[in-house]
């Protein structure tokens, strides 16, 4: 415990428990917090580019994930330093906002703390590091290195994620995956000889079971009498067939139910000839309700035609030999309800593109927001640099430093682009380099693919410019955020 005495002689405490916390300071304190941001950066970047290497992730129960995705990587990381934990943090605001180039801003942040502790160790003040010009300038670059895409606005300007359904099965191979428009549900029909395959359905869309309705409070029935038995049998099969008579008499094809039912029901259907899909989820059931133009019905008694949803084919496909059954809904009546069918030869294969296909559907939905892209290939951050170079030379103070290190740290991409492809990193950067400052060419990139080109614009890469502002912007807030850290009480490990 740190005691002070105040001008009268009385103590008073400073830090409650001192001797049990550890204290870092000053320079000491800012150079361990850019270690700790430098080490989460330094294990993403061989994840970065179109050659990045995947890193393998167990949980502690097991669980065995393969990506290269920057946000499911450091979503599965056990991160105990705070300043790390802020690198993850960075990584899963930039995986909200716009869904992809998760691993390119963690990558930016933690050039950036490398240049800025070579700054530090010169003796520049942190709060002069931390400068907002630089980000203006690069901004400003951005938006002058602008392509139009071609990519036409909708009147909403935006895309409805919660459309497009994106499931997977474990067999046959990736090139089998398809695009059905329409839903797919993971079950089977209710009993095997139901019919597979539904023209023109009308679906009943169910939430309440195919049961005898059962009393709230504690009950019993005592059965003395065979006449008793009988009665309550005939009862039930009442019940019954009221409930599928009343699914027939509104027109219903097909029902498909959130819960179970009974083998009694089950026969009874199948009797009635009419096919029943039973357990299908409540997210399934709102999809299926918005695909086929249908109500979800919580009550038999309120099923009217109207309620009822319609579909141009509805089948039953099996797969391989597993007997694994799945159930198509297809030409539905709003055709904006579709679902991506991903097939593969593991588990792990198929979440790893379920991820790819989720940063697709981002940056489509980001290029509908606003059209606008800049191109890829470590192009754009080649065309900053340089431009927050030049405007190095307009201040004449200790600034320039700061804002030259900022430049230096936007090579950082396109360096760790040009290492993860097996190129020589510095001679292919300076070569891109030297070529947009002569030919003033701001497509030129690192031709990771090994096309033979390094003009962006003839290899079609290019990506989002709201992505790209979002990245350096980010990972600059986060970067001044730790800078203007210089104490760090933290409690000691015994």
Known sequence: MALAFDEFGRPFIIIKEQEQKTRLRGLDAQKANISAGKAVARILRTS??????????????????????????LEQMDVDNQIAKLMVELSRSQDYEIGDGTTGVVVMAGALL??????LERGIHPIRVAEESLVQTCMTTLSSKISYGSCRSRERKDVNLDLIKVEGKVGG????????????????????????????????ILTCPFEPPKPKTKHKVDID?????????????KYFDDMVQQCKDVGATLVICQWGFDDEANHLLLHRNLPAVRWVGGVELELIAIATGGRIVPRFQELTPEKLGKAGLVREKSFGT??????????????????????????MMIEETKRSIHDALCVARNLIRNNSIVYG?????????????????????????????????????PMALAENSGLQPIETLFAVKSQQNKENNPCCGIDCNDVGTNDMREQNVFETLIGKQQQILLATQVVKMILKIDDVITPSDY
Do not use: W
């Open 377 to 413: 290939g470590g192009a754009a951050e080649i065309s900053c640099s340089l431009a927050v170079e030049a405007a190095a030379d307009r201040y004449p103070g200790v600034e320039q430093y700061a804002i030259r290190a900022f430049a230096d740290a936007l090579d950082a991409i």
């Open 48 to 73: 970065l580019g179109p050659k990045g290497m995947d890193k393998m992730l167990q949980s502690p129960d097991g669980d065995v994930t393969i990506t290269n995705d920057g946000a499911t990587i």
């Open 322 to 347: 597993t007997k694994d059954r799945m159930i198509y809904i297809e030409h539905c009546a709003n055709s904006r309800a579709v679902t991506i069918f991903i097939r593969g030869g593991n588990k």
């Open 173 to 204: 191979k990736l090139e089998d995956t398809e695009l059905i428009y329409g839903i797919l549900v993971d079950k089977d029909m209710s009993h095997p000889q139901m019919p597979k395959q539904i023209e023109d359905a009308k679906i009943a």
């Open 114 to 119: 490398e240049h800025a502790e070579r700054l």
């Open 225 to 237: 009498t065979v006449e008793k038995f009988q009665n309550l049998r005939q009862q039930e099969q």
